[in-house]
Each structure stands twice: as structure tokens, then as C-alpha cells.
């Protein structure tokens, strides 16, 4: 192989392991980014049904106490607003652990960006790496 063609495949293999590394950034940027929207949702309906379950108790003690008529119109209504608000956490969930196996998908073209296995050792004591053409220590050419 001539210095220019080693030259060349040495820039393309670059290249290549630059655009990976791209590739799995962008997809996993993206992944975060929409990882905390979703849990910012989440965490919203979560306080929305905790004060929801706090009024509703706090509504039954206050009629409890003043021996007042539980209006169970009213109670059931609370208990329904609160399965939504549940559900809504519940689809949150999915939502979040459908886009975590999209990203995996995305990615699962791109190999990872692995360490060479060790061929061989140069003279010089350093490792040469399969798929090495030169020492990366010395410079010497791989026989």
C-alpha cells in the first residue's frame, strides 16, 4: 500500500469513527433533552394528583369533623380526576421507556467505539492494535 492510499484509508477510517461519534451524540442529545421534558411532566401530575388527594382528604375530614353529608357525587368525581392524572403518569412512563428503546434502535447500526484487540507488541514495548498499519508509539511500519 502506498503512503498516499494509507494516507487516504487512514482519513476515511477517521472520518468514519467521527461521524459514529456523531451519530451516537445527536441520538443521545436528543434522547436526554426529551428524557427531562418527560419526567418534567411527570413530575408536574404528580403534584397535581397529590394536592388532588390532599384536598380530597382534607375536603372528608372537614365534613367528618363538622358531622356534615359526604356528598358522594363529589368524592367520586376527586377519585376520578385522580385515576386521570394517573393514567396520564402511567402513559408519561411508557412514553419514556418507548423513547429510551428508539434511542437504543437508532444506535444499534452504530457500532460502539471499542479498543482495537492487541496483535501484536512493537520493538519498541507499545501495543499494535489490529487494523494498525504503523507503530503509534514509534512510527515503525507494522510487518
Known amino acids: 500500500m502506498s503512503e498516499m ?3 487516504k484509508y487512514l482519513l476515511n477510517k477517521f472520518k468514519d469513527g467521527v461521524n459514529r461519534g456523531l451519530k451516537i451524540l445527536n441520538v443521545r442529545s436528543k434522547e436526554a433533552y426529551d428524557t427531562v421534558l418527560i419526567r418534567n411532566r411527570i413530575r408536574s401530575l404528580r403534584k397535581r394528583r397529590s394536592d388532588s388527594v390532599m384536598e380530597m382528604g382534607n375536603m372528608l375530614y372537614r365534613t367528618f369533623r363538622y358531622k356534615g353529608i359526604i356528598n358522594e357525587e363529589i368524592v367520586e368525581t376527586k377519585c376520578r380526576d385522580i385515576e386521570t392524572i394517573e393514567k396520564e403518569i402511567e402513559k408519561c412512563e411508557q412514553e419514556l421507556e418507548f423513547l429510551h428503546l428508539n ?12 479498543k482495537a ?4 507488541s512493537c520493538e519498541c514495548g507499545a501495543e499494535i492494535y489490529e487494523g494498525s498499519a504503523y507503530c503509534a508509539q514509534c512510527s515503525k511500519k507494522v510487518e
Request: proline share 0%.
Open 5 to 7: 492510499s494509507e494516507a
Open 117 to 120: 484487540n492487541v496483535i501484536a
Open 103 to 114: 434511542a437504543d434502535k437508532a444506535l444499534g447500526s452504530v457500532k460502539a467505539l471499542v
